[in-house]
């Protein structure tokens, strides 16, 4: 099958995640599944970013990154998400479950919300030691913290060509790597058909340090590839 009719076989793929979305709670739940799987990454935005000297988040501009969102299982309603550097898995930097539910009643303005877990610490020892390699080890649920702080709402963009996800909870958790430390977490997300836009920000309670995404506030443009 040629590269061409592949391409336009994904576009129509995902445009019926689209369409799906625009029907009830349970079919946007199923759709929005549909349209977050794949495989997302800046690579022009990181090169364009290299080339003006800032390819970091803290000079300015974006390092390379991906994003690969793959099912835990056909029977299961979670995703698994790697975030890792320069296109290698082992350089994996975030590791989330994702699932979404029917929004509640103070959530009215959203069509699903999508809840997110991270590895225990056990879990994540685990992860590391294989390199994140999904066929060596996949943490079962009971081995994941979920993050309410971190609830994320979607709804359709007025445009229907996207979908924007906003942060519903405070954002206030401890630190991954650091377990004393507060950190405070702002967070914003638009998908559409083939782009994921990612822009958050983490910064150090105590003493207001950014830890986490661009100084600027320009969000990281990722491009489906698969």
Same mark, same amino acid.
């Given at each position: 099958?040629?590269?061409?009719?592949?391409?336009v076989?994904?576009?129509?793929?995902?445009?019926?995640?689209?369409?799906?979305?625009?029907?009830?709670?349970?079919?946007?739940?199923?759709?929005?599944?549909?349209?977050?799987?794949?495989?997302?990454?800046?690579?022009?935005?990181?090169?364009?970013?290299?080339?003006?000297?800032?390819?970091?988040?803290?000079?300015?501009?974006?390092?390379f990154?991906?994003?690969?969102?793959?099912?835990?299982?056909?029977?299961?309603?979670?995703?698994?998400?790697?975030?890792?550097l320069?296109?290698?898995?082992?350089?994996?930097?975030?590791?989330?479950?994702?699932?979404?539910?029917?929004?509640?009643?103070?959530?009215?303005?959203?069509?699903?919300v999508?809840?997110?877990?991270? #590895? *225990?610490?056990?879990? $994540?020892?685990? &992860?590391? /030691? @294989?390199?994140?390699d999904?066929g060596?080890?996949? #943490? *079962?649920?009971?081995? $994941?913290?979920? &993050?309410? /702080? @971190?609830?994320?709402?979607?709804?359709?963009?007025?445009?229907?060509?996207?979908?924007?996800?906003? &942060?519903?909870?405070?954002?206030?958790?401890?630190?991954?790597?650091?377990?004393?430390?507060?950190?405070?977490?702002?967070?914003?997300?638009?998908?559409?058909q083939?782009?994921?836009?990612?822009?958050d920000?983490?910064?150090?309670?105590?003493?207001?340090?950014?830890?986490?995404?661009?100084?600027?506030?320009?969000?990281?443009?990722?491009?489906?590839?698969?």
């Open positions: 099958m040629s590269t061409v009719i592949l391409g076989l994904l576009v129509w793929l995902v445009a019926l995640a689209v369409d799906g979305l625009q029907t009830n709670g349970l079919n946007q739940m199923a759709a929005m599944r549909r349209l977050f799987v794949g495989t997302f990454d800046n690579k022009e935005q990181a090169a364009d970013a290299a080339e003006k000297g800032t390819s970091t988040a803290w000079e300015g501009g974006h390092e990154i991906t994003v690969r969102v793959d099912e835990y299982g056909p029977a299961s309603p979670v995703l698994v998400a790697t975030y890792f320069d296109g290698d898995p082992k350089k994996t930097f975030r590791y989330r479950f994702y699932e979404f539910r029917e929004p509640c009643d103070t959530e009215q303005d959203f069509g699903t999508m809840s997110i877990s991270r #590895p *225990l610490k056990p879990a $994540m020892d685990r &992860l590391r /030691a @294989c390199e994140f999904r060596s080890y996949l #943490p *079962l649920p009971t081995e $994941m913290e979920y &993050l309410p /702080a @971190c609830d994320i709402g979607w709804r359709q963009d007025p445009s229907g060509e996207c979908f924007t996800g906003k &942060l519903l909870g405070d954002g206030n958790l401890a630190s991954e790597t650091d377990p004393t430390r507060r950190i405070q977490v702002y967070d914003s997300l638009q998908l559409g083939t782009s994921l836009l990612i822009n920000r983490v910064y150090d309670q105590a003493t207001g340090e950014q830890l986490i995404g661009n100084i600027h506030g320009t969000p990281y443009k990722l491009q489906r590839r698969c």
